[in-house]
């Protein structure tokens, strides 16, 4: 029993101490921006405003029409960005457009 007990407190003990997942994707802005330029030939297509806990962050989708790569990025008001998607097979979405006259 004592065996068990030490076990799952090592490894809750371990859990505990590690860090989070996502800081392994955080550096300075301008750093993670060069990897993706350079990289994956991705450009800024949009970003905005994030509100979260009192703090404001931006949110921007970095893009590639040559790959068809993305990422989402946010950035903290102290210049450390996260990367927090990426992906594949990026496309824009066309809007409609509505022929006055017709009904929709």
Request: glycine share 8%.
């Amino acid at each position: 029993m004592f065996k068990r007990l030490f076990a799952i407190a090592l490894t809750f003990g371990m859990a505990a101490t590690a860090p989070p997942a996502f800081a392994q994707n955080c550096a300075a802005r301008d750093h993670i921006i060069s990897k993706l330029q350079e990289n994956y030939a991705e450009e800024l297509a949009f970003g905005g405003l994030q509100k979260t806990r009192g703090a404001q962050s931006v949110m921007e989708v970095w893009t590639s029409k040559e790959t068809g790569s993305y990422t989402v990025l946010v950035t903290n008001a102290n210049g450390i960005s996260c990367i927090v998607a990426v992906g594949t097979d990026f496309f824009e979405a066309i809007p409609k457009i509505e022929i006055e006259g017709t009904p929709s």
